[in-house]
């Protein structure tokens, strides 16, 4: 595994989306190296137009009421792709999604789950929801908080990077559905240690203008099109 500097990787996703909880900010990037999150990032889609910018269609006001369905989110369900090659050495779906958003409960879960999670005697997927490991030449890749029943891979399966493996969903410790992806050392990120990345290739929204960017990472609320 190299550790000689970001390893260049393809996007999991099309389109334009917000950058958060980015090591382009801050390391760790979600404050904490466990769970190998060190170099960790989150991408969610938001409305731009809405000041502050918002994940959901409906009002605020319905979002504080627990009135957001995850069909009222914009990057609910998006197609997620293998940001690179190799071997899928773990997969785990089924878990069950929170509909509709409630921001109370979802971050006094996701802070329960921060704080107390237990890995000798809870489920990983208390935190990290459906999930996909892939094992490539220079790392793993860890893909999570997926939507239920949306996993397109199987153990051993080798794919290319591109490949299409699941949807975007709201599983485990998620409040808001986005994806959470990082890279690792190894294939457990109980133990694996994380790696920094950076995407090969994307355009970065500056001053009205798409700039690209190759071998970049992106920094917090950055506004990015893949």
């Known amino acids: 595994m190299k550790d000689t500097g970001p390893i260049p990787i393809e996007s999991p996703l099309k389109g334009e989306w917000m950058v958060l909880n980015s090591p382009g900010t801050k390391v760790p990037s979600h404050g904490t190296d466990y769970f190998a999150q060190t170099y960790a990032f989150d991408l969610l889609q ?9 994940f ?4 605020t006001l ?10 009222d989110c914009y990057c609910y369900g998006k197609p997620i792709y293998a940001p690179i090659s190799g071997v899928v050495v773990e997969v785990r ?41 892939i094992q490539g030449e220079e790392a793993c890749t860890f893909l999570g908080h997926m939507q239920k029943g949306s996993l397109k891979v199987k153990n051993g399966d080798e794919i290319k ?8 969903g709201h599983s485990g410790n998620s409040t808001a559905p986005h994806l959470h992806f990082q ?5 457990d990120p109980i133990i694996a240690k994380g790696l920094p990345c950076c995407f090969r ?20 609320k950055d506004r990015v099109r893949f």
């Open 46 to 54: 938001v409305d731009w137009a809405h000041k502050p910018v918002k």
């Open 56 to 59: 959901y269609k409906k009002s």
């Open 62 to 71: 319905s979002y504080i009421l627990g009135k957001v369905h995850l069909s």
């Open 93 to 133: 779906d089924g878990y069950p999604e929170r509909d509709p958003v409630q921001p109370i409960h979802d971050i006094s879960i996701a802070f329960k789950n921060a704080l107390f999670f237990n890995p000798e005697k809870q489920n990983i997927q208390d935190i990290a929801g459906n999930y996909i490991i």
């Open 161 to 168: 990077s591109g490949d299409l493996i699941g949807n975007i």
């Open 183 to 187: 890279l690792m050392d190894g294939p």
């Open 201 to 220: 290739e994307y355009e970065l929204y500056d001053n009205n203008h798409w700039i690209k960017v190759e071998n970049g990472i992106p920094k917090n």
